[in-house]
């Protein structure tokens, strides 16, 4: 009987992750999860990379280790790289003093003054942070499908090798 519940258990726990999955498409979740996790959907990271895993049925481990890539000592840099880049390309000048007032903020403030400086300053940065972090995300899920898919392969030629020198014919 408890055989019978852990094949059913290992089955079903196959179905729900997804896990025997072509190199290609696990290397697409990958990707996907690090372009959900590096968008400008802040604090919709998870929900959002499972759902498309589902929608799309990739492999939901992948993806959810894509979107985790992101973690939280990365974000301020990124998300400031992200926002100056999209102003560039905006053409919309960040008042002189921005990052240093953020990070006063962020450190030393009340809600109440996070909450008028993001009304003050923020807001009319919502555009380039909007297109700043979508094109780094683009980027940032080119360089993880081609990254994760040479490993994946090479993983699985390696363990190929492995076990054809195990059990030779």
């Known amino acids: 009987m408890i055989h019978l519940t852990k094949a059913l258990v290992r089955r079903w726990l196959d179905t729900l992750l997804h896990v025997h999955d072509t190199p290609e498409r696990t290397a697409a979740a990958f990707a996907l999860g690090c372009f959900i996790g590096f968008s400008p959907f802040l604090g919709l990271h998870t929900l959002i990379a499972i759902t498309l895993a589902f929608v799309f049925n990739l492999n939901r481990v992948a993806a959810l280790l894509g979107v985790y890539s992101n973690l939280p000592w990365i974000l301020p840099a990124y998300y400031t790289l992200a926002t100056t880049l999209g102003a560039t390309l905006l053409q919309y000048d960040i008042p ?57 392969v090479a993983h699985r030629r390696h363990l190929a090798t492995v076990k054809s020198s195990e059990h030779p014919h």
């Not at 940065?125 to 994760?148: C, D, K, P």
């Open 96 to 152: 002189p003093g921005f990052w240093k007032d953020l990070r006063e903020v962020l450190t030393d403030a009340s809600w109440g003054e996070f909450r008028t400086f993001t009304k003050v300053m923020m807001a009319p940065l919502i555009w380039s942070y909007a297109l700043g972090s979508m094109i780094g995300a683009v980027a940032l899920a080119v360089t993880a499908y081609r990254a994760s898919l040479t490993m994946i």
